[in-house]
């Protein structure tokens, strides 16, 4: 194998680079390696369906048509060994060396583990591990979810609806601590305790142990809990050794440009490895589905000279409990703050706001609202305080005032 672009990593920000430089016109040959056996997939349904539903199928980020009209060459459970960046070459598993011209990294993360071992302990980021949960919880009563940040509490969610007895526990003082904002992750923690789901905050882990067919799970605070098994979701570790041992830059992910070059112009990172500045200088590494795709394009720009940004308002969202939760903006510097009422009955719109410009914002089952409240993100107008004194938002007063469109 030798020349054209060359990906690591077969997962939605890799299957995407690939896909959008063909769109964009690149005519020279496209690689694309995983070290899974499965074609790309979207991991959004893993924490979802995929547990809950034996008739449900892995969600392809597309169809194996679509790579072979683009005359993409995937080659799957294969590992790269190492890059060598004088050559322009990567050695695989196999032994077989691969020349590029550029170099994609899309390698992701890995699970944070507990310190203990159990065949009942799980963790989350793969199909065979959404199958293997999807096993235990048929024959389950008791779960523990280890993590309330958005992966365990999907998980948790999923689990509840199922009928098993499920118990969230929580090392910081509250659920989903990084990057919620504290009313709505209360909100939330509301929801979840009516659904049934006992959280436990400000508990760690002080012991598991196998117990004949339970496993057994000591808290920090003396109290023992049974369950049948555990799902471990504490967050994600970046994979970055094959960069760190090719000598690029690395701090918490692999450090890229606004057109997600690394230190090495010839190699570009996407995705959740990839981690970049933000308007304030800060190093920012985003782990999200919109993400992924964005980072997929701007390096696919870049490489076929064509380079953009990516656009400087996250988005994000996640199904939890039969609701739909979206955020927008950021949550980190805002003055003030309202929750209203969105248009649908039930639904819920939180605003944060800069000296009256929308900083940031957060919506459950209110898709219609946060289209508007991206829109207005984006324009930085500023937002005059009567135009949010209804405890239902009023969003043809806001497109009118503002001139902001939906379309």
Known sequence: MSGGVVIVGAGQ????????????????????????????????????????????????????????????????????????????????????????????????????????????ICTLRTVDDALRIRDLAAKARKVIVVGAGVIGLEVASTLCAMGIETTVVEQGPGILGRGFPSNLAAYLADLHQVAGIRILTSVGIGAVRDADAEL????????????????VGIGITPNVSLAEKAGLSIDNGIIVDSQLRTSDIKIYAVGDNAIKRDENGRLCRVETWQNANLTATAAAASITGRPRRVPDVPWFWTDQLGHNIQLAGKFDEFTTSYERYGVNEGSKVFLYLKRDILVGAATVDAGREMSLC??????????????????????????????????
Not at 32 to 43: A, F, Q, T, V
Not at 390 to 403: I, N, W
């Open 216 to 231: 057994s799970v000591e808290l920090g605070t003396g109290e023992t809990l049974t369950c049948d098994f555990a799902v």
């Open 374 to 407: 991206r829109r207005l993100i984006q324009a930085c107008k500023r937002i005059e305080p009567e135009l949010l004194e209804p405890a239902r938002l009023d969003m043809a007063a806001l497109q009118a005032a503002l001139k902001v469109s939906l379309v």
């Open 13 to 120: 920000a890799g299957a995407r680079t690939a896909l959008e430089l063909r769109a964009l016109g690149y005519e020279g040959r496209i690689t694309l390696i995983g070290d899974e056996p499965y074609p790309p997939y979207e991991r959004p349904n893993l924490s979802k369906e995929m547990i809950s539903d034996v008739q449900t199928k892995v969600s392809w980020v597309s169809g194996e048509k679509d790579y072979a009209d683009a005359e993409i060459n995937i080659f799957l459970a294969t590992r790269v060994e190492r890059i060598d960046r004088a050559k322009q070459s990567i050695f695989l598993n196999d032994g077989t060396t691969c020349d590029y011209e550029y170099l994609v990294l899309a390698t992701g993360g890995r699970p944070r583990q507990l310190p203990f071992v159990s065949s009942r």
